[in-house]
């Protein structure tokens, strides 16, 4: 009985080594090293309230600079939104395909020689809906 004892014990401080090491414990710099930062949708939160931002601040570059607005859009919220797109395909796959269709008019607009009359509506409701589909993931949505 006492050998078997000794070996889970061995087997357990083994088994935490390598998790420590595997996780990046044990630095050798003498930092501890920060934890994974948690995610929104599978999205780190900082850049859901960019996403979010960035969409506001392109839906009022719009309405005078679509040059900005288009910049502000692909830098800030372009990606965000796909991620947030595939978290939700678990939760409300139509919820997903109002998003992106959202997200390809806007797109759409902000490509066109000249954009169309309704691209500051059309960004608005891509604000409205990336709002409704963070508050579907059960994540409180930024404002703008």
Do not use: W
């Not at 998790?19 to 630095?27: M, S, V």
């Amino acid at each position: 009985m006492r050998p078997r004892r000794s070996f889970t014990a061995l087997a357990a401080v083994a088994v935490g080594l390598l998790a420590a090491t595997a996780c990046g414990g044990g630095g050798g710099d003498g930092e501890a090293e920060s934890p994974p930062e948690s995610t929104v949708a599978g999205v780190p939160p900082r850049e859901v309230d960019e996403a979010v931002g960035g969409l506001c601040e392109a839906r009022e570059e719009a309405e005078t600079d679509v040059k900005s607005a288009r910049a502000t859009f692909y830098d800030r919220s372009h990606e965000p939104l796909h991620g947030i797109a595939r978290a939700l395909e678990a939760v409300d796959r139509a919820m997903v395909a109002r998003l992106l269709q959202a997200k390809e008019k806007v797109e759409a607009g902000l490509a066109a020689p000249t954009p169309p009359a309704s691209l500051t509506a059309d960004l608005d409701v891509l604000v409205q809906v990336t709002r409704a589909s963070l508050a579907r993931l059960s994540v409180a949505p930024p404002s703008c």
